[in-house]
């Protein structure tokens, strides 16, 4: 970090000081100008004053900056007044001394500056080397945190190992005790195969004598199953016989039915066209009593209208023979029609 920033900062601190003790705005320039240039060695110009003052015109600064420059040169001559030394020697004396003056002082400036300059390169240097440690320490705290990290991370390793480990033990007692068990099985299943050996053997004696006792009733069975095999043999030639006889009889029993079958086909021919013939006359004789029923309502009509145009004077009674008496010649008819 530069000493601009801090310079900068106490040339402000000191600017708002003399705005409080100088009121006046060319007092205050020619105090800042004074301030610039013995103080802090800063040629001052009128656009520095101006921006750090700020108070009037531009015009103020520039007014009051040409008389501080008059002012220094007037002050820097020196006069040397001897009673004995001409006006013209004084003169080139005072010069002489002021031009000494300002090499002196250009000199004191040059070696301040050649300081500051040491100064700033010892300080850039610190600042190099503040940094190369803070690089330093920066480097040994992430080491540090790195070697931290690595010791929990070695703890919790060492805390699941001494898991795993526990775990492994408890597995390796678990399995001792479940190799006890299976060898403990293994006893018990070979007492029980030795066991189950015997009474295979026993039971397998048993399943020999019954198959002994087996095979002599199958042959038993196998004697009475030829006998029935022959005595079905014997049947099936009987009972083929008798279909055949059967058969036979069905045969002639057959014949005589097709032979029935076709007279009783005849008698239905002869049946079917007498009763084609006897409809025909039925339908003749509906014919026929349908015209004497049109002849029977039409004499009736006809003795209706007579009884109507009768004198008033006969009696119902008697109005009523002549009707019976007209009716009764035609029921002869109806008989007779009939009968054809």
């Known amino acids: 970090m530069s000493d601009i920033a801090p310079d900068e900062v106490r040339i402000a601190a000191e600017i708002e000081r003399l705005k409080a003790d100088f009121p006046k705005t060319r007092e205050l320039y020619r105090e800042v100008c004074a301030l610039l240039f013995f103080r802090f060695g800063v040629t001052p ?10 108070r009037g015109s531009m015009g103020t600064p520039t007014a009051v900056l040409s008389e ?16 004995d030394l001409p006006e013209e020697l004084q003169g080139a004396a005072g010069e002489l001394i002021g031009a000494l003056w300002q090499r002196a002082t250009a000199s004191a400036q040059a070696s301040l500056d ?27 705290e992430t080491a540090l945190e790195q070697r931290t990290s690595a010791l929990l991370a070695a703890q919790v390793r060492i805390q699941e190992l001494e898991q795993a480990q526990a775990a ?59 006998l029935e095999i022959e005595r079905e043999r014997t049947s099936a030639a009987r009972l083929q016989r008798d279909s055949e006889a059967a058969a036979k009889r069905a045969a002639r029993a057959e014949e005589s039915a097709r032979a029935e ?4 086909q005849g ?29 029977l309502d039409a004499a009736r009509g006809k003795l209706g209208s ?11 009674r008697r109005a009523g023979r002549p009707a019976e008496a007209a009716a009764k010649p035609l029921r002869p008819a109806r008989k007779t029609a009939t009968k054809s």
């Not at 050649?114 to 940094?131: F, M, W």
């Not at 390796?172 to 009474?199: K, S």
């Not at 007579?306 to 119902?316: I, K, M, W």
Request: aromatic share 2%.
């Open 45 to 54: 110009t009128a656009n520095r004053l101006y921006q750090l003052v700020r």
């Open 68 to 83: 501080f420059w008059a002012e220094l040169r007037e002050k820097s001559r020196v006069r040397i007044e001897h009673a």
């Open 114 to 140: 050649a300081l500051r300059e040491e100064v700033e390169a010892a300080r850039q240097e610190a600042e190099v080397a503040v940094t190369g440690l803070q690089s330093d320490l920066a480097r040994t």
């Open 168 to 226: 492994a033990v408890a597995t390796r007692e678990a399995l001792e005790g479940e190799v006890e068990r299976l060898q403990q099985g293994n006893r018990e299943r070979d007492t029980a195969l030795a066991q189950a050996r015997a009474d295979f053997a026993a039971e397998l004696e048993k399943q020999r004598a019954s198959a002994e006792l087996a095979e002599t009733r199958l042959q038993a069975a196998e004697k009475r199953a030829l």
């Open 261 to 264: 079958i076709q007279s009783l």
């Open 267 to 295: 008698q239905l021919g002869d049946l079917r066209h007498q009763a084609g013939v006897l409809e025909g006359r039925l339908e003749a004789l509906r014919a026929t009593h349908a015209a004497q029923a049109k002849e």
């Open 306 to 316: 007579a009884s109507a145009q009768a004198p008033a004077r006969r009696a119902p």
